[in-house]
């Protein structure tokens, strides 16, 4: 029996298209820009905390207690000493993690002319990575080869990498030589001669302004940090984050090697601990949530009332099959089932649909870089979207829920209809 209802609902909907289209395009919409916000929305925060470990934070870093307490200066007189011998132990007692050394640095980039003279010059900020291996975590980790817009990645000492629009901005050549002004880790002038390999851009903009990517042995030389570093970078293998994980792997680190009379101890911090980055992804997580639960909200009411004024427009029809004697209790409970499969069929045509847009975002992205020159945020300026697991069920929640709570609130009139007025409203 009801199968036979079921099948009956379903020929009634594919015949009658004025109960059955208008209702499914509604709900396809609804559940299209459920899915598109909800993933678009993830995808932003994903970014953000995947640029931030690659370029800033790591999973994991380890730095001294007195550079951690003024790394926004970058103070290389700070940094890290026998580093060789910290990044073997760490290898030891996790084989199944990244670790790299990097070197930040600042100073002044002279372009010298055909005399030796200034021709050009500008502030840089530098990163020492490790370029010489030849399968290097940090090339892949900072995508390198990706990011690469003219020239070669280096392949000889002295060679670096240098954002595109300074090159532009220098007027600097693929092959020219660049000269390094700063000082050593111990406070001395030092100038340094580079070669420009190629030149990058990352798309996100700090980043992009003035960026120099240098091999850290280079770095070394240059500064006269020999076997130092400002920070050692954690990463998983997968490059995936696990708080809990990592805050576990901190905290062993920190036990072991505590030594509160030493300001130069060696301290780990997890992503989450480093500039509240924690609370700021709680806040944000927190603010999505509300955000998609409001628009999830919003298109229920908007869903609950098509399906509200869909089964108030069909009294006449409701009159007449009550006139030909079929029951209240049946002819309810077909409109409910006539309700369910018009929520199915719209939230998995606009499910389909939104996840079809949120992976072509989430493959190739919207460039808003234009928009975002004189931003001041870690994060690429390509938009793109996240698919999780919510995305495939988030828009059936108004797409069916509401839809069927609509009619279920229409159809209550059903048992209000007396016979006198069905003949009434028949003979009009």
């Not at 594919?14 to 909800?38: K, Q, T, Y």
């Not at 390198?144 to 000889?156: D, F, S």
């Not at 989450?272 to 806040?283: H, K, S």
């Not at 234009?370 to 931003?375: D, E, I, V, Y």
Request: hydrophobic share 45%; aromatic share 8%.
């Amino acid at each position: 029996m009801k199968n036979a209802m079921l099948l009956f609902s379903i020929k009634g909907l594919l015949r009658d298209r004025s109960r059955s289209l208008f209702p499914i395009l509604m709900v396809s919409a609804g559940a299209f820009l459920c899915v598109c916000l909800h993933s678009s929305m993830k995808g932003t925060v994903t970014d953000m905390v995947d640029s931030a470990a690659r370029f800033d934070t790591g999973h994991v870093k380890i730095m001294t207690r007195v550079y951690n307490e003024l790394a926004d200066q970058m103070p290389n007189d700070l940094a890290l000493m026998g580093v060789g011998n910290l990044l073997e132990k760490l290898k030891r007692k996790h084989p199944d993690m990244i670790w790299t050394p990097r070197i930040k640095f600042g100073g002044l980039l002279d372009i010298p002319d055909e005399n030796g003279l200034t021709r050009t010059q500008g502030p840089v900020f530098g990163i020492g990575v490790d370029m010489s291996a030849r399968h290097s975590p940090d090339t892949k980790i900072l995508n390198l080869e990706k990011a690469l817009v003219r020239g070669r990645m280096p392949g000889h000492k002295t060679e670096i990498l240098i954002s595109d629009s300074f090159a532009r901005k220098l007027d600097l050549k693929i092959g020219e030589t660049a000269t390094l002004l700063g000082s050593t880790m111990y406070g001395a002038t030092t100038t340094y001669n580079f070669k420009v390999a190629g030149t990058v851009r990352f798309g996100m903009t700090p980043l992009d302004r003035s960026t120099m990517i240098a091999d850290i042995d280079d770095v070394r030389m240059a500064l006269d940090m020999a076997d130092s570093a400002g920070e050692i970078m954690g990463y998983t293998n997968d490059m995936l984050y696990d708080d809990k994980r990592m805050t576990g792997i901190a905290d062993a680190f920190n036990r072991d090697f505590a030594d509160p009379d030493d300001e130069f101890e060696p301290v780990m911090q997890s992503l989450g601990e480093q500039g509240m980055m924690r609370d700021l992804l709680r806040l944000v997580n927190v603010m999505v949530a509300i955000v998609v639960s409001i628009f999830v909200f919003a298109m229920s009411v908007v869903l609950w009332n098509a399906g509200l004024m869909n089964g108030i427009r069909r009294y006449g029809e409701i009159g007449v099959r009550l006139a030909m004697g079929e029951s209240k209790g049946g002819l309810y409970r077909s409109m409910i089932v006539e309700s369910v499969c018009i929520g199915i069929a719209g939230s998995a045509l606009g499910t389909a649909a939104g996840l079809a847009v949120s992976y072509w975002l989430q493959q190739n992205g919207i460039d808003f870089s234009s928009m975002m020159q004189k931003s001041a945020i870690l994060r690429s300026s390509v938009w793109r979207a996240q698919v999780t697991s919510v995305s495939y069920y988030i828009g059936f929640l108004p797409g069916v829920f509401a839809s069927v709570i609509g009619t279920m609130f229409a159809g209550i009139g059903i048992y209000r209809r007396q016979t006198s007025q069905l003949f009434r409203e028949l003979e009009v």
